[in-house]
């Protein structure tokens, strides 16, 4: 009877997943960005919270397990980033992440380094599923996850609206040009999520007593074996051009003249 | 900043009116002037461009449509209706004048408007008044941010004028639901409360000087930007709250506080009304300077506003979506590790004495402001469900909630309240009763939705209601004003001497009576 549990257990334990939820602190969704007086960054003094896209992997993964308590084994946050990034930490493990990894870095790290410090926990840590935002709201770059999977050498299925994960096996439908595509594919593998995943939970007063009580990890830059040293200096940011009133007119004739005085028909 | 704007005051022409034409509305006046297509060139002079300032259907080639003119006539709520064919929309202080002056001497009823987002009739015209409207008025004249105050033209919409100091760093001490319609001038004439009065007190504080133009067209310019003027009686003050009975408010110069730049929001489930008075002192105690609002609705407010719009999408709590009670609190300052603090060690007590039995607390700005949906989108909700009769009462807090068991209970004994309502039992037209409000400054909102209009529903509540508030030494009206509504029931909270004075106000300021008639203070 003992032994037969045992082995159940262990029978169990071969499909387990952990999973890794890469998140970054942004600039918060909300807040009205503007270009820093020097022209070459934007005002980071302004409130910053989570990335959108990565609140929604976070959600994903604690829905994972919600749905089969038995296959998610673990669930990590980590970012790199600033002191102030643990706040966006201490979030994830309030929805209900179990543990957390902290990089610190002052300076907003490149795709490739991150995809490679990533890289780096995975192999340490052994993640069989990696559940991350499909782009920053800040860079825009939506090049992470992709990256990741290249350097794993792993599947990867980006822009998610849905999400299986059963047998070993991921099943994703993506969200693409026209319509939907669904994609099935074995652990490991990287999934980028969509805006139309979920809709992340709030974080809940006893959860976020819980969250701090639960560990972060502390890592030094000078610790990791990746060069977290930018390769792209950014030379100039501008704002969006001012958008200008509209106009009035009487008459379909003095629209249309309008329309052709300023060359636009 | 809040992601906050409620669309739930544009009207819809789809809208079907069911008026209350069975309420005693009073006669009209005989001692007014009735207007007629020969008085028109004669206003119409009076403005710089006529086709944009004067609407009206009269005459042979009308400038407005009767459809035109609905949203002037008709208030949001659908409640009241007007018969007005003149609308007036002036664009300068000079014109105001020139409008009242010519009315006066005509003896031709007015009714100044605003956003017409008013919950008590006040704003719309009853039979044939002219409406002077002061949506073309709507300009920053001035702002000085050292000293912190801004003069404006009085039409200048609530949201856009936040949306003006929100760029300069600064906040307008005032926020209510109808922000995105109505206008300052309107917020003072009736001294609305709202949602930020807790943290910046009311508008009697707030506002340090008005331009106000006499009903016989005199200008009143105190339009200064000082903190301090002893110099005699504070004039302005007799226009805050007045509803528009003596004056034409045209232009406010109000205080702006500095913008907090950290701003936290909390929603909590508790299981008794007992424990939200517990959670109210705590925050005040815990949170002190930083707490700035605290609000409150009930589980049939909760269920309203969860049935409709963007609150619907989703559950708040894991463990308390089925309390009776919820409250929500905010937190503004300056510093957000020491807000975060405060907050957390107040939130920590609350869970573990058993204060509450589950919240959530936003992690950012999008999430404080689908928070704050949850108890701003119930007006919204309430309207969508049916007809909404609205009293706005100031009560001892611990006292509040009573009512809204008493009138429950009423409605209940008269087989008026449907059994799908919290205490209901029959078939009756009230869909429910619910009640949410300001806790911090003693204000409930009891809410009643309804099928239709109903004399028989109105004969239940009215003026029972008033008795029940008068018993426990409140206010009938905490901040929506009296109106054409409350007018008749005004003595439960005035005694006498003070209603001679109201009057003898009224007489002195208006001979004429021509300013908002049948309102606020009417003859005995």
Known sequence: MFVSRVNAIRASRKVDINVLVPIKRCIDYAVKVRVSPDGKGVDNTVKHSMNPFDEIAVEEAIRLREKNKSLVDSITAITIGPQKAQDTLRTALAMGADKAIHVQAEHNVEPLQVAKTLKHFIDRDKFELVLMGKQAIDGDENATGQMLAGLLDCGQATFASSLKVADGKATVTREIDGGLETVEGNLPMIVTTDLRLNEPRYASLPNIMKAKKKPIENVKESDLPVDLKNRLETIKVTEPAQRTGGQKVDSVDELVEKLKQNALI | ?524
């Not at chain 2, 339009?223 to 226009?239: A, E, H, P, R, S």
């Open chain 2, 1 to 524: 900043m809040l992601a906050r704007s409620l669309k739930q005051f544009s009207r819809s022409s789809r809208l079907s009116l069911q008026l209350r034409g069975y309420a005693a509305n009073p006669d009209r006046n005989s001692q007014f002037a009735r207007l007629s297509e020969q008085d028109l060139p004669s206003l119409a002079s009076i403005f710089s461009s006529p086709d944009t300032s004067l609407l009206t259907t009269l005459g042979e080639k009308p400038t407005a449509t009767s459809d035109d003119l609905e949203p002037f006539n008709v208030d949001w709520m659908g409640k009241y209706k007007g018969q007005s064919s003149i609308i007036v929309k002036p664009k300068t202080t000079e014109e105001v004048s020139k409008v009242l002056k010519w009315c006066n001497e005509r003896k031709v009823a007015v009714v100044p408007q605003g956003g017409n987002t008013g919950l008590v009739g006040g704003s719309v015209p009853l039979h044939d008044e002219v409406v002077l409207s002061l949506s073309s008025m709507n300009s920053v004249r001035h702002f000085d941010p050292l000293s912190g105050y801004v003069s404006v033209d009085s039409g200048i919409v609530l949201e856009n004028l936040d949306n003006f100091l929100a760029q300069k760093g600064h906040i307008v001490p005032l926020d209510l639901g109808a922000k995105g319609s109505c206008q300052i001038g309107g917020n003072v004439a009736t001294n609305a409360g709202g949602l930020r009065m807790l943290r910046y007190g009311s508008l009697h504080g707030n506002v340090l000087g008005l331009e106000v133009v006499l009903p016989d067209g005199r200008i009143i310019n105190g339009m200064k930007g000082l903190k301090k003027d002893n110099t005699g009686i504070d004039l302005k003050q007799l226009f805050i709250g007045s509803e528009g009975v003596l004056g034409v408010i045209t232009g406010v110069t109000l205080s702006t506080p500095v913008r907090p730049s950290a701003t936290n929001v909390a929603v909590f489930a508790l299981p008794d009304y007992e424990s939200v008075q517990s959670a109210f002192s705590s925050a005040r105690r815990d949170l002190g300077e930083i707490l700035s609002a605290f609000e409150f609705f009930d589980a049939a407010s909760y269920k309203l506003v969860r049935s409709h719009g963007h609150a619907a999408e989703r559950k708040t709590f894991e463990d308390g979506e089925d309390a009776p009670f919820f409250c929500l609190v905010e937190t503004s300052g300056s510093n957000k590790d020491h807000d975060d603090e405060k907050l957390g060690a107040f939130l920590e007590q609350l869970m573990e004495s058993g204060i509450v039995n589950d919240g959530v607390l936003a992690q950012d700005e999008t999430q404080i402001g689908q928070l704050w949906s949850l108890r701003e989108g119930i007006p919204e909700a309430a309207g969508k469900a049916g007809r909404v009769y609205k009293y706005d009462l100031s009560l001892p807090v611990e006292k509040m909630y009573s009512l809204v068991h008493e009138i429950r209970q009423k409605l209940s004994e008269k087989n008026l309240l449907a059994a799908e309502a919290e205490g209901g039992n029959g078939s009756g037209p009230v869909k429910t009763v619910f009640g949410f409000g300001h806790l911090g400054d003693g204000n409930l909102h009891i809410n009643i939705v309804a099928d239709a209009y109903k004399k028989e529903i109105e004969e239940v509540v009215e003026p029972y209601i008033y008795e029940l508030v008068a018993k426990h030494n409140g206010s009938i009206s905490a901040e929506h004003g009296l109106g054409l509504m409350k007018a008749p029931y005004v003595s439960y909270s005035q005694d006498s001497p003070s209603l001679d004075l109201m009057r003898t106000l009224k007489k002195t300021l208006d001979p004429n009576g021509i300013l908002n008639p049948y309102k606020c203070v009417t003859a005995e």
